[in-house]
């Protein structure tokens, strides 16, 4: 069985463990970043299945980072799911149009997390 691969970037030191604690527990192999600054070198050294993304982060926010991710031929293929606390139609309205595949609102539920990724994972998705 190949290992998924995912690249979690959020500045939140909770959700980052929460999400990479029960990923981890999925059978994931889960890389993190702190930000925005950087992601695209980490995605082209890693080559993760999904990522899950921010939107809120200092120094470089979700969306520059989902522009450059979807606006590259390298990594245009690698599905994005923004994971964020931006929850009103008009915020979900502008992560759909802005490239994301999936978007999810904190707080969330792990269990819908982890059930989504496995389907984009296994070619069911996306």
Request: charged share 25%; hydrophobic share 40%; aromatic share 8%.
């Amino acid at each position: 069985m190949n290992t998924r691969t995912c690249l979690l970037v959020d500045d939140d030191p909770n959700i980052r463990e929460l999400v990479s604690l029960n990923l981890g527990d999925e059978g994931y192999r889960v890389y993190v970043a702190e930000d925005g600054i950087g992601v695209e070198a980490l995605v082209a050294e890693v080559r993760p299945d999904v990522i899950l993304l921010d939107v809120m982060m200092p120094g470089r926010d979700g969306y520059d980072v989902l522009a450059a991710l979807k606006g590259d031929p390298g990594t245009c293929d690698i599905p994005v799911v923004l994971l964020t606390a931006k929850a009103t139609d008009e915020e979900v309205w502008q992560g759909w149009q802005a490239g994301a595949d999936y978007y999810l609102t904190k707080p969330f539920n792990v269990d819908e997390l982890t059930h989504y990724l496995n389907l984009i994972c296994s070619g069911a998705v996306v």
